[in-house]
């Protein structure tokens, strides 16, 4: 089992950056896919991101490609998620979480295929 706490959030102007970290703990960090979800207030829990077990494939959604990029730190359990560009729609609570796969599985987007999740961190860009 691994756990998950997410921090890096606040308060941005349109056009800022920001970047999110997730620390884990337990073991097996490393056999795990990990994502990056937002879930703004009154919509579903949103696939931002995800990285495969040893960082060498990433999935990221439409909405943010050639703004957000995902990285991870196996030696430090450590999963992060840079953000530029930010835009008001991007408010949202944004959560990491992990999904433990085999070397050869996808990376894959609904929320439900992820077995574990951290807290969350509120992130709010103003206009």
């Known amino acids: 089992q691994v756990q998950l706490v997410e921090s890096g959030g606040g308060l941005v102007q349109a056009g800022g950056s920001l970047r999110l970290s997730c620390a884990a703990s337990?073991?097996?960090?490393?056999?795990?896919?990990m994502g990056w979800f937002r879930q703004a207030p009154g919509k579903a829990r949103e696939f931002l991101a995800g990285i495969h077990r040893n960082g060498g494939s990433t999935r990221v959604e439409d909405s943010v490609k050639g703004r957000f990029t995902i990285s991870r730190d196996n030696a430090k359990k450590m999963v992060s998620l840079q953000m530029n560009s930010l835009k008001p729609e991007d408010t949202a609570v944004y959560y990491c979480?992990?999904?433990?796969?085999?070397?050869?599985?996808?990376?894959?987007?609904?929320?439900?295929?992820?077995?574990?999740w951290g807290q969350g961190t509120q992130v709010t860009v103003s206009s």
């Open positions: 337990g073991p097996l960090f490393s056999r795990y896919i």
């Open positions: 979480a992990a999904a433990p796969a085999i070397m050869t599985a996808p990376i894959e987007t609904p929320a439900e295929r992820y077995s574990y």
